[in-house]
């Protein structure tokens, strides 16, 4: 087993005891093709569970040496910390990494990346937060910054979540499609559906 495969199977172990659903390979292997092609320097993440994405932006040629230079994780839960600290993460990869735990807070976004910009924005976290995360990372994104939001898709969200939820999906959409802030494309057909926003 490689060192991938190993933190991977970590990983998913951590994720089934904490009950938090695995990021889809579809959204995870396109988040590989962005890394690979955009060659993100700084990336910070919204809702990061415990680290799955990490694995993701691991180019295959790069297993144990990231291709980034910080990866900025950010998650309100206090056992995703302490199992992400549980993962065998190689000495390179973890000298890398930043974990916030805690409510987001963009301060502390802002104490960490000492004034380098954002290549890639994850988020993945508390749906009705989107739209205010989004707004207030916006000032810290290079030009042509990219941002992948998942579980966007509100007609499979509202099958299990509440009617706010669904509201705050719909206005989003609705707004960013309009924002000329932004190059934006939805994917509805990939997982949960995903949106794609390009900082003009």
């Not at 087993?1 to 933190?7: A, F, H, R």
């Not at 889809?24 to 396109?30: A, I, P």
Request: charged share 25%.
């Amino acid at each position: 087993m490689d060192i991938l495969e190993s933190l991977h199977t970590q990983v998913d172990l951590h994720n089934i005891k904490l009950n938090i659903p695995t990021l889809s390979n579809e959204v995870g292997e396109l988040l590989r093709f962005f890394v690979s092609l955009h060659r993100p320097k700084i990336i910070v993440e919204f809702g990061s569970g415990i680290g799955a994405s990490v694995l993701w932006s691991l180019l295959k040629d790069h297993k144990d040496e990231p291709t980034w230079q910080q990866f900025v994780l950010t998650e309100r839960r206090e056992d995703c910390f302490e199992s992400f600290q549980q993962i065998n993460w190689p000495i390179e990869i973890y000298k890398k990494l930043c974990f916030i735990q805690g409510e987001w807070n963009i301060h502390k976004i802002t104490e960490v990346i000492q004034g380098c910009s954002i290549q890639l924005f994850l988020v993945d976290g508390q749906k009705n937060q989107y739209r205010k995360v989004i707004e207030e990372i916006y000032p810290l994104l290079s030009k042509q910054g990219l941002i992948l939001i998942d579980n966007t898709n509100w007609l499979e969200t509202q099958k299990a979540k509440s009617k706010n939820v669904v509201s705050c999906l719909q206005d989003m959409h609705e707004s960013l499609s309009k924002d000329p802030r932004f190059y934006y494309v939805f994917l509805p057909k990939i997982a949960d559906g995903l949106s794609l926003l390009v900082k003009v």
